[in-house]
């Protein structure tokens, strides 16, 4: 049977992390790759995951199954982060986390559940550009895609007007499909006063939001990033939240998220939980518990969750540190360019405006590794990149430039 398959191209990441790998260059710098990365280069174990491990592991008296929504303590806590405790969605009861392998797991599920709901052929709506793994999460549960306007990657700001002229034209039931912050690859995110706005074209025109929240607490801070959720689920009658917990609790390989359901009142999202669990059992059955109960455990601990907070503000000081410290580095070396929408810009990702043959260019000459749209990582630098990178960008030929 498999001599009916082609080998495929490997996913250009993938293939991206492949090369960084097998260039025997000793100053090599990956800018690909979209982990967190502390000031040694490594992408720690938090400190608060580490207490909550042990607490979990001297208390867990059984490893039997839990069912296809994952652990309870966890569905709670995730929710209260992030709608607040007391949001009024939850006190209504129209809105319920459901366990998911990761933020990856959680959009498989929102788009399993759109596509049940709505008519065979269902729209989504992203922005253009977006992140490259929503096109195969989406498409693989038979939902279209069309692109909204969203990034000008001549000023680094969001096309705001174009966007709101676009959502403004969808017919109602359209869903779109937002980045609840750090958007991902540009780094541009809507202001709140920006959110306040789309939201009432979201309520005005019936459309539903489905937010893909893969970095709080990595932009602004934990409350401040969770704007855009808590006001789509305060605001409007239904609403899907993809959140994942890989990137604000370093829990990657543990595949940590939920998606949040908003609906009209209980008995719908109740209706909506039934077929996310006949999804959930229809594909993976039951996500994994570890990393979901250390959540629960931190959350759940106030002085566990402290802990985290301080060292989840950290990672993101750092990050807002390197945006300064490149914008400055670029402006030096590159006076003839405008890189300082990347101090404006949020979380872990920025568009360098670099065109194809230039990130070529960078990889060959001077062993500096992204993908081919020029997204870095911000948080792959650290004194010595940012140096290496700024004087190659200014070094390269104009013809490239
Ligand atoms: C925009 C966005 N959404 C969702 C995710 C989901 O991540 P995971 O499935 O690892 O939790 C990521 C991870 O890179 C992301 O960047």
Redesign the pocket.
């Known amino acids: 049977m498999f001599e009916t398959l082609d080998t495929l191209t490997p996913e250009s990441i993938l293939g991206l992390l492949a090369a960084f790998r097998a260039d025997p260059a000793p100053g090599k710098i990956d800018l690909g790759v979209?982990v967190y990365r502390n000031e040694q280069g490594i992408t720690p174990v938090m400190k608060a995951v580490r207490l909550a491990e042990q607490a979990v592991y001297a208390d867990q008296d059984s490893k039997s199954y839990l069912g296809p929504m994952g652990n309870d303590a966890f569905n709670t806590s995730i929710c209260n982060l992030v709608l607040g405790a007391g949001h009024a969605a939850l006190a209504a009861a129209r809105a319920r986390a459901f366990q998911s392998?990761?933020?990856?797991?959680?959009?498989r599920l929102g788009a399993e559940l759109i596509r049940k709901a709505g008519s065979a052929g269902t729209v989504v709506h992203v922005s253009d550009p977006?992140?490259a793994?929503?096109v195969p999460l989406l498409t693989g549960a038979g939902i279209r895609i069309a692109s909204y306007p969203y990034y000008d990657a001549a000023t680094g700001e969001v096309r705001f007007q174009a966007m709101m002229d676009y959502i403004d034209a969808l017919s109602p039931g359209a869903v779109v499909l937002l980045?609840g912050s750090?958007?991902?690859p540009t780094g541009a995110d809507l202001s709140p006063a920006q959110w306040q706005l789309l939201v009432d074209v979201l309520a005005r025109r019936q459309l539903v939001p489905f937010v893909?929240?893969?970095?709080q607490g990595l932009g602004v801070g934990v409350e401040a990033d969770a704007l855009g959720a808590r006001l789509v689920a305060e605001k409007l009658p239904e609403a899907l939240i993809?959140l994942?917990?890989?990137?604000n609790f370093g829990l990657?390989r543990e595949?940590?998220?939920a998606l949040i359901v908003v609906s009209q009142d209980a008995a719908q999202l109740e209706a909506a939980m039934s077929h996310l669990r006949a999804i959930s059992r229809g594909i993976y059955s039951m996500p994994p518990d570890h990393g979901a109960a250390v959540v629960a455990r931190i959350l759940g601990d106030a002085s566990l969750a402290e802990v985290w907070r301080n060292e989840l503000s950290q990672m993101q000081a750092r990050m807002r540190t390197l945006r300064v410290d490149l914008t400055r580095a670029l402006r030096q070396a590159c006076p003839d360019r405008d890189f300082s929408a990347i101090e404006r810009q949020h979380g872990?990702?920025s568009l360098l405006n670099l065109s194809p043959a230039a990130v070529d260019h960078l990889r060959e000459t001077h062993h500096i590794y992204m993908p081919q749209n020029g997204r870095i990582n911000v948080a792959g630098l650290d004194p010595n990149a940012i140096a290496v990178l700024s004087a190659a960008i200014a070094a390269l030929p104009s013809a490239l430039r």
């Open positions: 979209g392998p990761g933020g990856c797991g959680a959009l977006t992140w793994n929503h980045h750090c958007h991902n893909d929240f893969a970095y993809a994942s917990c890989s990137k990657y595949r940590v998220g872990m990702f």
